[in-house]
């Protein structure tokens, strides 16, 4: 079946950086379009980025200039590269395949940034 791991996540300090990778199986990766998306308790869950198969990436205002969306389509991995980290960041990020509908999330990986 289709599968996304995701893994990555830590506590950091403000300012800090870490990198979430996703690998998904089970679905012919290069075909789609991926994103990161993170959902703090009690909030919503959020656009953080997306990369198209042609490895376009667009951000959230919220990340933008401090994170960095990739993808290597020969591992079946995506990835959120993220910098200068502030608490505000803290949450559970998530993979999942953009398109309409679509059932394909990870089971997510949490992010602690603290002051």
């Known amino acids: 079946q289709v599968r996304l791991v995701e893994s990555g996540g830590d506590s950091v300090h403000t300012g800090g950086s870490l990198t979430l990778s996703c690998v998904v199986s089970?679905?012919?990766?290069?075909?789609?379009?991926f994103a990161w998306y993170r959902q703090a308790p009690g909030q919503t869950r959020e656009l953080v980025a997306s990369?198209?198969?042609?490895?376009?990436?667009k951000y959230a205002v919220s990340v933008k200039g401090r994170f960095t969306i990739s993808r290597e389509n020969t591992k079946n991995t995506a990835y959120l590269q993220m910098n200068s980290l502030v608490p505000e960041d803290t949450a559970t990020y998530y993979c999942?395949?953009?398109?309409?509908?679509?059932?394909?999330w990870g089971q997510g990986t949490l992010v602690t940034v603290t002051s």
């Open positions: 990369v198209t198969v042609r490895g376009t990436p």
């Open positions: 999942h395949a953009e398109f309409e509908r679509s059932p394909y």
């Open positions: 089970g679905l012919s990766f290069r075909d789609y379009d």
